[in-house]
């Protein structure tokens, strides 16, 4: 019974996976700092403990035995594929590097914490430098193993089977066509009335639980919460969506929490059977980013969108009807302004891809070694002069220190964000051309149909197929820029706001 | 270095007890009730992990080898002496049952969570059952590998060295002498004029923050939360201090976060050299009550202490200064209003020792097989009548369904608290010795000389001795049931309240 022998393995890693994503949220929302050495020696231990267990020799002999046997149904196949992904990817990087990789991570995304506000550089350059050097060490490792390029192999890693060669040749179409849209929709767009405020932050949090429900987060399963960087934890029945709130602009944290219900919603519709089994899990970062965008971008910063929150938005913080600063045409305008700004998270998404490529090409030279950790700010600065046409003046925080994913270890991930985009936008064209009416239902905040696209599309196949496959099935097509760019061109740069 | 082998071992073992305290604190606090299922496999598979650790055999061999070389210093051979506790105790008992405990009792609260409420006796009869069929097997082979009675190997487990014949005399001379205290108080005591209320839950919490900082709770390394249960758990760097509040009763919330700041500032107090080792660890459940009702009853009762709490409360409360409502006498009066009530944990101190004796003779009936689970309710009925003289007239939330102890699997835990009790008056009435202007210091809001005291008498010991020797190295001897009913006799049935 070697299949049943793999299932009972990964079972248990799928506990200390649960185990892992609680500790490492309540690490990011609830730790006290004093807690945070014996986090990171815990979570070390944890990933050491998950590590071995992944590794084990048996684990690639099982596999084979179920295999062979052939009587295997296709999801059972797809798990021992993905049981085997995870086998290899592990076996090739030894404990002790894993170890170290997971304190060091914890150590020096914990110092980020505290030197960002303070715009610390040289607080977080040791640490950081550090970070990377155990990354490199990863890589190279993955690289032999697997047969692949050092940076392709930390991708590969987010999402199976994801390469440079496809990826920059995307980027690179991006990168010419986005300055043009970029440049019409701000000379296209009128300015928005200025939004009142500031708005206290718990009707902002009573109005976020409002649109998450009524989208169809499920509560039951899940919460939402306040950190320092928005994003979407836990597991799929405990899904751990947070947030950060900006008392002056209550839009931030709206459309953060309505990102982050996109990545939650997925979790929380993964196909039930498969609960803790690789197979059941969800499908790549840039799928997993394709269904926040669907939410946030597409569905959420639609006119259609607006006419149904608005009210909603009004009810939740007291305001006048009659007031043209709190219109649904005012509050959409203001939530589609385009502009070059500093922050990827708030960044609109005609430029938010420019800002990925900024990392992507500066996380490629320091995984090759031609960029070291010193010249990160010169280069951020550099990059985004040529990317975004403007200058940081030494403000690290809102540049090379604004995210917190390397220092958190987390190299090779941000490319996800754009293809997400791309993937978004694609899908979504594909939803609207087989629900008609779809606008209309979200203007009347009816969801159901839409989420029930996805989660058959979607979320209900876990990692039964590859995110290529399942992006291709959904849509006729395999995944490219031009559902983004005639997006991004209807919406911002066209003859009207769509 | 056998020694060396054993840190390491135990190191690990810390590491996985902090990740369990945190999911423990998570699953009662955060987790959304979809979490459960999820969370009680997770909890299952640390805890087998541990143990398999706990009972490796290579630290008893590794222990022997240690001791016999006869070169550890008295925190060392300390440190070995508990890892041998932990050791004998884990090898009694087979990983199997450790798991499937762990996964009963996590299933088991979390249906007492839901059926609380409702009363629902027949919701949590069969998980209950199940519980006690698996806490009685751990007792019966806990009972054979120390050679003990079967209760007395839970006891064991919460107290090292605690027997019933120890306890029981002590219970006795409880149970024949307060009755006689109780009837004095009520007869002695004036009622409080009625408390303004409601008083919103931010302000509450605000005043609890406030009392925490102020007697030298550390926020860096703890923090306050809500919860169904008052507790705290967590670990030194990161304690979890929960509570529960009534709006029409503020006392309830401030006397429980007090007493849950004992305990946390207990762990804070540890030895910071010793972290994660077992003789870094804080004592048995006897002592650590000792400390949470040190601060609670024998401090924050004490007139002194609401007349230097009564101004901060009114000011979290924007409450007058002239209202005889708020005064600190009043305030005083209506916090040590002595009463044969209901619920254990919002006994007053003098009824307090009855609730346990009751909890203490029935679970001693179910771990010998006397008491059947389905005949608690009947049970606890009987006891609570001629205990306490009255009627649950079948309110189980207010009866045997009132504690989360059994329903988790704390069976052997509940004697604990009237020892500590015994202990804090013990160990406060040596501290009011050594520290003259006792009385006056609290009353000026001055904690350092008695925190310090604690720290120096208790905290800083972790478990380089046992709990008998640190009381009677603390207070000239050894633990007994004098200093308590002195003090009961003193503040309320006395001439004048205390």
Known sequence: MSYAALHKAFEEIGRLAHAQAILAWDEAVMMPVGGGAARAEALATLAGIAHRRVADERIGEWAEAALAKGDLDEWRQANVREMLRAWRRARALPESLVVES??????????????RPANDWNAVA???????????????????????DAYDALLDGYEAGLRCAFVTPLFERLKAALPNIIDRAIGAQRPALPLPGPVAIPRQEALARRLMERVGFDFERGRLDVTHHPFCGGDPDDVRVT???????????????????????????????WRGQPVGRSGGMALHESQSLFMEQ???????????????????????AADARWAAANLHRAATRVERSRIRVEADEAT?????ILRYELEQALIDGRLAV??????????????LGFDLEGEHRDGCMQDVHWFGGLCGYFPTYTLGALAAAQLHRAAAAALPGLADAVRGGEFEALVGWLRHNVHSVGRLR????????????????????THLDARYAGAAHV
């Open 102 to 115: 997971s304190r060091a991570n914890a150590l020096s995304e914990q110092a980020w914490r505290v030197a």
């Open 126 to 148: 040791k640490p950081l430098a550090k970070v990377l050097e155990l990354t490199r060490s990863k890589a190279q490792a993955l690289a032999e193993a697997l047969q692949l």
């Open 243 to 273: 947030t950060r709130y900006n008392a002056d602009n209550f839009l931030e944290a709206m459309f953060a929490v309505l990102h982050e219900t996109g990545h939650g919603m997925y979790e929380q519709g993964l196909p039930a059977a």
């Open 298 to 320: 597409q569905v959420c910063r639609s006119p259609a969108f607006f006419d149904f929150a608005a009210p909603l938005v009004r009810e939740a913080f007291g305001a006048d």
């Open 352 to 356: 938010y891809p420019l800002h990925v």
């Open 374 to 387: 010193a010249d990160i700010p010169d280069a951020w600065n550099a990059a985004t002069q040529a990317l």
């Open 466 to 485: 590859d995110t290529s496959v399942i992006i291709e099935a959904a849509t006729g097509e395999q995944l490219g820029a031009d559902a983004l760019l």
